[in-house]
T-cell receptor
Framework: GQQLNQSPQSMFIQEGEDVSMNCTSSSIFNTWLWYKQDPGEGPVLLIALYKAGELTSNGRLTAQFGITRKDSFLNISASIPSDVGIYFC?????????FGKGTMLLVSP | GAVVSQHPSRVICKSGTSVKIECRSLDFQATTMFWYRQFPKQSLMLMATSNEGSKATYEQGVEKDKFLINHASLTLSTLTVTSAHPEDSSFYIC??????????FGSGTRLTVV
């Protein structure tokens, strides 16, 4: 089956720092999605990418859909304490999502 | 728009009993909903795809008689964990395809079987 490799597994940063995380896949996806999950909650969509090479921003978040359609990265600029959570990439094939293993982000004030 | 409501948020049940989890689309119709299971510090694993008016499609390794899914209307899918055991304790999350808003997730259900 399809697998997504997400890295890093966790990050502990200072408030104000920029953060970058990425996902790679063994196969092609039509859509890449980035979600954030707070403890005890369901994932919330941050950014959706639909075209290879697409670069999309949502506030302090920027994500790109790799040219090969097998990878994507998410950048968070000027991190704040409320950015704490687990970030998941997800690749969408025909109708279902395949999730990466997540990146836990901790931000110290 | 495109809100998915999941209930209950937490449930504790005795071993051997059954538990029903509801997933509702509040402001749209969802012909397809998805049920995921998430263990602590793990990713979301798709259990089954729920199709309105027809049988659910289960992922490999998921027991369909253990995890009963009913999608009787365009706004409601239910997951029933039958004869629950402690190893069924987990975080269960539903999701629906909303069209313009993509996949929207419920807030999850923490099941603890004692």
């Amino acid at each position: 089956g399809q697998q997504l490799n997400q890295s890093p597994q966790s990050m502990f940063i200072q408030e104000g720092e920029d953060v970058s995380m990425n996902c790679t896949s063994s196969s092609i996806f039509n859509t890449w999605l980035w979600y954030k999950q707070d403890p005890g909650e369901g994932p919330v969509l941050l950014i959706a990418l639909y075209k290879a090479g697409e670069l999309t921003s949502n506030g302090r978040l920027t994500a790109q859909f790799g040219i090969t359609r097998k990878d994507s990265f998410l950048n968070i600029s000027a991190s704040i304490p409320s950015d704490v959570g687990i970030y998941f990439c997800a690749g969408q094939g025909y109708s279902t999502l395949t999730f990466g293993k997540g990146t836990m982000l901790l931000v110290s004030p | 728009g495109a809100v998915v409501s999941q209930h209950p948020s937490r449930v504790i049940c005795k071993s051997g009993t059954s538990v029903k989890i509801e997933c509702r689309s509040l402001d749209f119709q969802a012909t397809t909903m998805f049920w995921y299971r998430q263990f602590p510090k793990q990713s979301l694993m798709l259990m089954a795809t729920s199709n309105e008016g027809s049988k659910a499609t289960y992922e490999q390794g998921v027991e369909k008689d253990k995890f009963l899914i009913n999608h009787a209307s365009l706004t409601l899918s239910t997951l029933t964990v039958t004869s629950a055991h402690p190893e069924d304790s987990s975080f269960y999350i539903c999701s629906a395809w909303t069209g313009n808003y993509g996949y929207t997730f419920g807030s999850g259900t923490r099941l603890t079987v004692v």
